[in-house]
Nanobody, 126 residues
Framework: QVRLVESGGASVQAGGSLQLTCVIY????????VAWFRQVPGKEREGVAS????????YVADSVQGRFTISLDTEKNTAYLQMTAMKPEDSAMYYC???????????????????WGQGTQVTVSS
């Protein structure tokens, strides 16, 4: 029922900005968290940022604190990840995820989210 489609990945230079978009189809009141994850080859998927749907509280990983911002347009059922001051280490495949019973303490755990997008590639060059 729920399907996520992310887009906006591109190649940018260090210090640049990029916005990722996640359109959520079949979104319902039961979904409480929407999150962005990223993954590089050979490494585990890591949580980047999440947003709590009921009140739009956000959670951000230390590695992107102050640089990345997650938002959710409930009218359009669309989540965004605004990335600024990008670094080469931000290069990864970025995924959008959604869950209907995510605990805030475990927002960054991939296993908390049953719904996933297909991924969009972000490459930051120096």
């Amino acid at each position: 029922q729920v399907r996520l489609v992310e887009s906006g990945g591109a190649s940018v230079q260090a210090g640049g900005s990029l916005q990722l978009t996640c359109v959520i189809y079949g979104f319902s009141i039961e979904i409480n968290f929407v999150a962005w994850f990223r993954q590089v080859p050979g490494k585990e998927r890591e949580g980047v940022a999440s947003i709590y749907n009921p009140n739009l509280n956000t959670y951000v990983a230390d590695s992107v604190q102050g640089r990345f911002t997650i938002s959710l347009d409930t009218e359009k059922n669309t989540a965004y990840l605004q990335m600024t001051a990008m670094k080469p280490e931000d290069s990864a495949m970025y995924y959008c995820a959604a869950g209907d019973a995510v605990r805030s303490l475990w927002w960054a755990r991939p296993s908390s989210y049953p719904y996933w997008g297909q991924g969009t590639q972000v490459t930051v060059s120096s």
